[in-house]
């Protein structure tokens, strides 16, 4: 058995304006360091259907999203978010990826997958798109594993240096997903405090130091995150991956390295090899510094790679 990798040339052509960090080079970088692993099984992340996105979202979010796609050029949802041509169709695959790689994983098809798509997803809320971000990609996916597959205990961990507020949001209310958020505090979007807890004591939010290095997160993670983990026992984890807490991002400030994401990575996975047979769906999010996250990528990616053999 081996990593099944989602991704597809439409995300390519989600274009942002010239300068934005969320730039088609960073779906090319990290294709470039992919390249690199051959026994990957790679797949086409398919088009998702309207009713995976409203898993999570109304129609009127769906329908505003639809009708804001320019014929040329780019329209701004905000300061930060923009849509072009290409940008629903890309939003779309992200989707479907996601709801492809959990069927892939629970059917023991394979026993782990990574997502290289883009727009990210764990910004965007329920009727609001955000942070660059369009759907709730990993919040949909835990929500096609309980909704369709019956799972009754998802485990989702976010380590993107910013906090997963779409994710959270999305997800407030659902007592089967245990959501674990750990990023650099204070940092856009300014949520994530330790006080936010869920509508079933389900959000789990751990804000790290600016300038605080990967030996603080593996603590915190040692002696927060992994034990709730184990006592949840989670049937399937969820991993919204962002490599943006990388010390050369240039978005935030912590200082991980790459051998930081390597040890998270492997760290999960062993939890999902003890409760839930390895089953691990990780998802693209944040990383900026286009070397660093293509490196970033490809260490967890190895690491995927290694626990699947």
Same mark, same amino acid.
């Given at each position: 058995?081996?990593?099944?990798?989602? *991704?597809?040339?439409?995300?390519?052509?989600?274009?942002?304006?010239?300068?934005?960090?969320?730039?088609?080079?960073?779906?090319?970088?990290?294709?470039?360091?992919?390249?690199?692993?051959?026994?990957?099984?790679?797949?086409?992340?398919?088009?998702?259907?309207?009713?995976?996105?409203?898993?999570?979202?109304?129609?009127?979010?769906?329908?505003?999203?639809?009708?804001?796609?320019?014929?040329?050029?780019?329209?701004?949802?905000?300061?930060?978010?923009?849509?072009?041509?290409?940008?629903?169709?890309?939003?779309?695959?992200?989707?479907?990826?996601?709801?492809?790689?959990?069927?892939?994983?629970?059917?023991?098809?394979? =026993?782990?997958?990574?997502?290289?798509?883009?727009?990210?997803?764990?910004?965007?809320?329920?009727? *609001?798109?955000?942070?660059?971000?369009?759907?709730?990609?990993?919040?949909?996916?835990? =929500?096609?594993?309980?909704?369709?597959?019956?799972?009754?205990?998802?485990?989702?961990?976010?380590?993107?240096?910013?906090?997963?507020?779409?994710?959270?949001?999305?997800?407030?209310?659902?007592?089967?997903?245990?959501?674990?958020?750990?990023?650099?505090?204070?940092?856009?979007?300014?949520?994530?405090?330790?006080?936010?807890?869920?509508?079933?004591?389900?959000?789990?939010?751990?804000?790290?130091?600016?300038?605080?290095?990967?030996?603080?997160?593996?603590? *915190?993670?040692?002696?927060?995150?992994?034990?709730?983990?184990?006592?949840?026992?989670?049937?399937?984890?969820?991993?919204?991956?962002?490599?943006?807490?990388?010390?050369?991002?240039?978005?935030?400030?912590?200082?991980?390295?790459?051998?930081?994401?390597?040890?998270? *990575?492997?760290?999960?996975?062993?939890?999902?090899?003890?409760?839930?047979?390895?089953?691990?769906?990780?998802?693209?999010?944040?990383?900026?510094?286009?070397?660093?996250?293509?490196?970033?990528?490809?260490?967890?990616?190895?690491?995927?790679?290694? =626990?699947?053999?």
């Amino acid at each position: 058995m081996t990593t099944a990798l989602y *991704t597809h040339a439409d995300c390519l052509n989600h274009v942002t304006p010239a300068g934005h960090p969320e730039q088609v080079a960073r779906l090319e970088h990290i294709n470039g360091a992919l390249a690199g692993f051959p026994q990957l099984d790679r797949r086409d992340a398919p088009e998702c259907t309207d009713a995976d996105i409203l898993l999570c979202h109304p129609q009127s979010h769906l329908d505003a999203i639809t009708a804001a796609a320019p014929a040329n050029g780019w329209r701004s949802l905000d300061a930060d978010t923009h849509i072009s041509p290409g940008s629903l169709i890309a939003a779309r695959r992200a989707v479907g990826a996601n709801i492809a790689a959990v069927d892939a994983v629970l059917s023991g098809d394979v =026993k782990n997958a990574f997502i290289a798509t883009r727009p990210p997803g764990h910004h965007a809320e329920q009727s *609001t798109p955000m942070g660059f971000c369009l759907f709730g990609n990993v919040a949909i996916a835990a =929500k096609h594993a309980m909704e369709r597959h019956g799972l009754e205990c998802v485990t989702i961990v976010d380590f993107d240096v910013h906090h997963g507020n779409g994710t959270q949001a999305l997800l407030w209310n659902e007592p089967r997903v245990q959501f674990f958020s750990s990023h650099q505090s204070p940092l856009w979007p300014g949520s994530g405090s330790e006080n936010e807890t869920g509508g079933h004591n389900n959000i789990w939010n751990f804000p790290l130091a600016p300038h605080s290095t990967g030996q603080e997160m593996r603590q *915190t993670y040692e002696a927060e995150i992994f034990p709730a983990i184990d006592r949840y026992q989670p049937q399937l984890i969820l991993i919204s991956a962002g490599f943006d807490a990388h010390m050369a991002d240039p978005l935030a400030n912590l200082n991980w390295q790459t051998e930081d994401f390597a040890w998270l *990575t492997r760290q999960i996975c062993d939890l999902a090899d003890t409760h839930c047979q390895g089953r691990v769906v990780s998802t693209l999010e944040g990383g900026y510094d286009l070397t660093a996250l293509a490196a970033s990528v490809a260490a967890h990616v190895q690491v995927l790679m290694e =626990k699947s053999a």
